[in-house]
């Protein structure tokens, strides 16, 4: 591996081996997601919990001050909306690779939608990309969604989009967690897994509990937004995530630190 890849994924990958990557792409399909109306403002008090942030170029111009050192995950595919949700996994290429070095991203990612109608693109999609970013030395996280005929997030599912994103050349792959199962999914797979949280859930236990499970069954930490930054107190909740990726706590141990942060946070 070349030095420049090395490199960048020492930037990501921090040197216990795990990662807390706060994505607040969002937008680029679902518009003003609530809470991240203003980006800016809403990812600012998180920021020095986070190993890297992910976002689009137009979020990371008009959002991030460029003095920011905190790594750039630049997601590079797109071009799908909400209002033809029928049509989300039709994503195509949305930013180059030379406006990747231009902003100097540390990492670039892209979804692939196994399982869906446009799986041959996507993936063709991802492959295309890796073969330009590792001229680079820039390494590509694909972000596996899985199509509607998968939406079931069983293990044999989600390892079966891992994997083929690790064969076609991803550095990192995003997932979901499965309560049954997850081993297979990063066993499977033989780049670094991380989670993403999905739709927020009601109890902050619920978040704790996955990602120690997760972690326990190989992941190397998440890639996850509104379980952070939808709930009410969201330093508290960064933070407890932080101390069980990078401390080794228990869930116990997180909604312990959560609590007593939560009572000195504003609402
Ligand atoms: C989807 O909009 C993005 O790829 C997100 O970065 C990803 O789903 C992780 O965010 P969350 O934890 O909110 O699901």
Same mark, same amino acid.
């Given at each position: $591996?070349?030095?420049? $890849?090395?490199?960048?994924?020492?930037?990501?990958?921090?040197?216990?081996?795990?990662?807390?990557?706060? %994505?607040?792409?969002?937008?680029?399909?679902? =518009?003003? &997601?609530?809470?991240?109306?203003e980006p800016g403002k809403t990812v600012k008090p998180l920021l020095p919990y986070a190993d890297a942030i992910m976002l689009t170029?137009?979020?990371?111009?008009?959002?991030?001050? %460029?003095?920011? &050192?905190? %790594?750039?995950?630049?997601?590079?595919?797109? =071009?799908t909306s909400m209002a033809r949700k029928e049509e989300l996994s039709h994503e195509g290429i949305i930013t180059s690779v030379k406006e990747a070095i231009r902003l100097n991203a540390s990492a670039v990612s892209i979804s692939i939608f196994v399982g869906s109608e446009r799986e041959h693109e996507t993936l063709l999609n991802l492959s295309n990309l890796v073969n330009e970013c590792e001229e680079y030395g820039i390494p590509v996280m694909a #972000? &596996?969604?899985v199509g509607k005929e998968l939406e079931k997030r069983e293990a044999r599912y989600l390892a079966l989009a891992c994997r083929i994103a690790a064969e076609l050349g991803a550095r990192v792959v995003k997932t979901y967690y499965c309560k049954e199962g997850f081993e297979k999914v990063t066993r499977g797979c033989p780049v670094p897994v991380v989670m993403a949280g999905g739709p927020k859930?009601?109890?902050?236990?619920? #978040?704790?509990?996955?990602?120690?499970?997760?972690?326990?069954?190989?992941?190397? =930490? #998440?890639?996850?937004?509104?379980?952070?930054?939808?709930?009410?107190? %969201? #330093?508290? $909740?960064?933070?407890?995530?932080?101390?069980?990726?990078h401390e080794g706590a228990t869930p116990k141990e997180a909604q312990e630190l959560f609590d007593e942060i939560k009572s000195g946070e504003k609402k």
């Open positions: $591996m070349d030095w420049g $890849m090395k490199n960048r994924l020492a930037q990501l990958i921090q040197r216990d081996g795990k990662v807390l990557f706060l %994505p607040i792409d969002h937008g680029y399909f679902q =518009g003003p &997601t609530n809470k991240l109306e170029r137009g979020i990371l111009r008009s959002s991030i001050d %460029p003095e920011n &050192t905190k %790594p750039i995950i630049l997601r590079v595919s797109g =071009g #972000v &596996t969604a859930v009601e109890s902050e236990l619920e #978040v704790f509990e996955f990602i120690h499970d997760g972690i326990q069954k190989g992941a190397i =930490g #998440v890639n996850l937004g509104r379980n952070v930054w939808q709930h009410d107190y %969201p #330093v508290a $909740m960064i933070r407890a995530i932080r101390s069980i990726i």
